[in-house]
């Protein structure tokens, strides 16, 4: 009963991501602009379900350049509202869309790693808005917390347009083949063990 009741979760969220990125699609760069902006700081749908139907259509340098920078900045002005949605509104916010023990690791996260816990949750799927939330609760320099932002959404953003946008043929050929299950097999392997870091993460915070 579980097991269907999660499928149903999974393929009534691939429903609305897919909706929520078409939607914003129809109008390009600046659908792309206002799905990045928004998603700093309340949406729940990524920007990287339309950045890469994009990069994967083009292979013009201006085009993916373009992808890049709206992607990239917009999502960075976005961060600045998260943090200053914080800095007004911040317990309510945590408690109403986050879980105390997320609340606690992302807490965790700025206060003992400060700038590159930003930069990690910039960079990787943890949820950038919530991160931006706890920033400005905690009143942390928004230069720093913009610029730190801004390289980690760089690179987050620029490898996801460099690899689909100048590879994608041979991206998506590869992919089909073998390519499909070594490519897993080596995302597994390299997930796993940060998946159980940020798992443990809070036992981790309390022993120390």
């Known amino acids: 009963m579980s097991r ?49 139907p994009m990069a994967a259509t083009t292979s013009d340098p201006i085009r993916l350049a373009s992808i890049f920078l709206v992607v990239t900045i917009s999502s960075v002005l976005g961060s600045l509202i998260a ?15 986050a879980s105390k023990r997320a609340v606690y690791k992302f807490n965790t996260l700025v206060n003992r790693y400060g700038t590159f816990g930003i930069f990690i949750a910039a960079f990787t799927p ?21 610029l730190v932002g801004f390289v980690g959404r760089s690179m987050r953003f620029g490898l996801e347009v460099l690899v689909i946008g100048f590879y994608g043929e041979q991206f ?18 390299l997930l796993y063990p940060a998946w159980i870091w940020w798992d443990n993460f809070e036992d981790d915070s309390e022993e120390e």
């Open 4 to 52: 269907m009741v999660d499928q149903q979760s999974v393929s009534s969220w691939s429903t609305l991501s897919e909706q929520v990125a078409d939607w914003f699609g129809e109008i390009g760069l600046v659908g792309l602009g206002l799905m990045s902006f928004t998603e700093a700081f309340i949406q729940p749908i990524p920007p990287d379900a339309l950045v890469i």
């Open 172 to 189: 998506l050929e590869f992919m089909t083949g073998w390519g499909f299950w070594i490519t897993s097999l080596l995302g597994a392997l």
């Open 83 to 97: 943090w200053w949605m914080g800095d007004k509104w911040g317990q309510l916010l945590l408690e109403r869309f």
């Open 126 to 146: 943890i949820p950038y808005k919530v991160l931006g939330w706890c920033a400005g609760i905690g009143r942390m320099d928004r230069h720093t917390f913009v």
